[in-house]
């Protein structure tokens, strides 16, 4: 089995994981930097995975 990359800190859950999608970061707005450095939220990645749905 692949090995998963590490959770970032924005992420809820690990990718592919049932019920979660990606989503754009809401710190950087997707452009993977803030304030001229890599976005520590989505670790430069402009993305995030978050739970979907509600209830």
Do not use: F, H, R, W
């Not at 859950?13 to 001229?36: F, Q, Y």
């Amino acid at each position: 089995m692949a090995q998963q990359p590490p959770l970032n800190p924005g992420d809820e859950a690990e990718p592919d994981t049932a019920g979660t999608g990606e989503n754009l970061c809401p710190a950087c707005d997707g452009s993977g930097t803030k304030e001229g450095e890599k976005c520590k939220v989505c670790g430069g990645t402009g993305k995030i995975v978050e739970g979907i749905g509600g209830g």
